[in-house]
């Protein structure tokens, strides 16, 4: 079935530990995207980019590096962790050569727990 | 600027009783409206959306919202809700911001379907 894969599905990490968090998509869609969800708060992007090769700043992007070496892959890396960003993250995608009317499609997060 | 204001952060229906889940937003352009649901651990879902045309948009599960643009507001509704419909609801608004499709989320709604 398309769509997006993150890994882990969960994960309890020692504050200044480095993490990665992946995300795969197989839609071929150009634009990908990473939020935090916090109760109370909804989604804020992270990151983003629109194609291969750029990635962009998003609403709350402290503390946080994106690489897109190709199409499919876009992952989230934490280089220092800290209890603050204790969240669940998603990984989203959209075919951005449609247009920005198009939606955003979902992975199913990854649960992420800084000690 | 962008916003989503969802009222109401939890709504408890009777199994077969109208679904209303309000969304107000403002927006400097014309939007591009989107509601999605989230099952516990999963991602968000496209329900349905708005962008031209037709103010009254169908969705999938028997969801439809209307674009009021006169009220600002893109409110959700089904006719007799089903104990499936337990879930979280998103409004977010869509628009082209700084090159990268910028969508703001509304907090959520958590609707709780009693039997």
């Known amino acids: 079935i398309a769509g997006i894969t993150q890994a882990p599905t969960s994960q309890i990490l020692a504050a200044g530990r480095r993490m990665t968090l992946r995300c795969t998509q197989d839609?071929?869609?150009?634009?990908m995207y990473w939020y935090r969800q916090d109760l109370g708060l909804g989604l804020r992007l992270i990151h983003y980019?629109?194609?291969?090769?750029?990635?962009g700043k998003g609403e709350v992007p402290d503390g946080y590096s994106v690489s897109r070496a190709n199409t499919d892959d876009f992952p989230l890396t934490l280089a220092s962790a800290v209890p603050s960003q204790t969240s669940v993250y998603f990984c989203a995608s959209s075919d951005r050569d449609r247009g920005h009317n198009q939606p955003q499609h979902f992975g199913d997060g990854t649960r992420l727990s800084i000690l | 600027a962008q916003s989503v204001t969802q009222l109401g952060s939890h709504v408890s229906v009777s199994e077969g009783a109208l679904v209303l889940l309000r969304c107000n937003y403002s927006?400097?352009?014309?939007?591009?409206l989107f509601w999605y649901v989230q099952y516990p651990n999963q991602g968000l879902q496209l329900l349905l959306k708005?962008?031209?045309?037709?103010?009254l948009v169908k969705g999938i599960n028997g969801f439809e919202a209307e674009f009021k643009k006169s009220e600002t507001s893109f409110h959700l509704t089904k006719p007799s809700a089903h104990m499936s419909d337990a879930a979280e609801y998103f409004c977010?608004?869509?628009?082209?911001?700084?090159?990268?499709?910028?969508?703001?989320f509304g907090t959520g709604t958590k609707l709780q379907v009693i039997p």
């Open positions: 980019s629109n194609t291969a090769g750029t990635t």
């Open positions: 977010a608004v869509s628009q082209r911001s700084g090159g990268y499709q910028k969508v703001t």
């Open positions: 708005y962008t031209t045309g037709a103010t």
């Open positions: 839609m071929r869609h150009n634009a």
């Open positions: 927006s400097s352009v014309p939007p591009y």
